[in-house]
Each structure stands twice: as C-alpha cells, then as structure tokens.
C-alpha cells in the first residue's frame, strides 16, 4: 500500500526552506563561499579609446548636424540635449550611425545608436548625463563614410556621473 500525504503550500515552502539550508551548509562545510554580491566597477575608458574607433583615421566635417545644449547646467545628472542631422534618410543618403561624446565623462561615449533608412527626419531629444564641465560633441557617420560633427561647450555646476 502506497501512503501518500496531500501537500499544501505551507508544507511545500517549508521542504523548500529546509532544502535550500541544507546546500547553503554543505557548500559552507565545502569550504564554498555562498555567492559574491561585490558589483564590478564599471569600465573606463579614455576620450582617445572611444574616439579612435568612430573616427578611424576620418576627419569630421563640421556641417549638416545641430547639436543644441544650455551652455550652464545646474544638473550634470540630467542636462537636456537636442540632436539634429540634415540627411533625408533615404537609401542613398542616411546617417548610418550615430554618437554623443562628453570629454570628460569617465565614459565619453555618452550615447550610440545604429540607424536605417526610412527613418523620417532626425531629431532627437534627450537628457544626457555629464560628470563635469565639458565638451559635448555629436557625431553622425553616413553610410558613404563622411563623418558630419558639432561640439558645444557645456558648464556642470553639480556633476551628475557619480
């Protein structure tokens, strides 16, 4: 004769507590750590290792993108910024990629984004983030491989990349 017990909820969760004490104190007699919850420093990166990439060996002309910033901005945390690139976005002349640059954000490459033709106009508004006072450029690479750049000068009063 099979015995068998009906198995509610609080009989389940209960086994299951009792399971997972169980492996917790056999990887710790195994001389096991339980897990490292120690999060990785996030990379940096210099201006020149972003900026080697995107320009190889190209050099930038400064026409067909606007990039508008408030020259002062009192939260580097949230700094308001608009993007526009002249280009009809058609197959024959789009812009293939796009990037925003802060010189000295610990992470210059503040925004990156592949595009397609059929997009419509390009005109993007976004809050970047800035740890200090700092260049800002904006870099549209089309798809014949002519980079187009805008940079503005922008003062952080509270830096914003902590």
């Known amino acids: 004769m099979i015995w068998r017990e009906a198995i509610t909820r609080r009989g389940l969760l209960g086994k299951l507590t009792a399971l997972?004490?169980?492996?917790?104190?056999?990887?710790?007699?195994?001389?096991?750590?339980?897990?490292?919850?120690?999060?990785?420093?996030?990379?940096?990166?210099?201006l020149e290792?972003?900026?080697?990439?995107?320009?190889?060996?190209?050099?930038?002309?400064?026409?067909r993108v606007t990039l508008t910033l408030p020259p002062h901005a009192e939260d580097g945390g949230t700094v308001p910024m608009q993007l526009d690139v002249e280009s009809p976005m058609t197959d024959e002349d789009h812009v293939q990629n796009l990037y925003v640059i802060a010189d000295q954000n610990p992470d210059p490459l503040v925004f990156s984004a592949s595009l397609h033709p059929g997009g419509g106009q390009l005109r993007w508004k976004l809050n970047i983030r800035l740890a200090d006072n700092s260049r800002?450029?904006?870099?549209?690479?089309?798809?014949?491989?002519?980079?187009?750049?805008?940079?503005?000068e922008v003062e952080v009063l509270v830096g914003g990349c902590g």
């Open 20 to 46: 997972s004490t169980l492996l917790i104190f056999r990887r710790r007699a195994q001389g096991e750590s339980e897990f490292d919850i120690t999060p990785a420093p996030p990379p940096v990166y210099t």
């Open 49 to 63: 290792e972003r900026l080697t990439p995107i320009l190889a060996g190209r050099t930038p002309k400064h026409e």
């Open 136 to 152: 800002v450029r904006a870099i549209a690479e089309m798809n014949d491989g002519d980079l187009f750049v805008q940079e503005v």
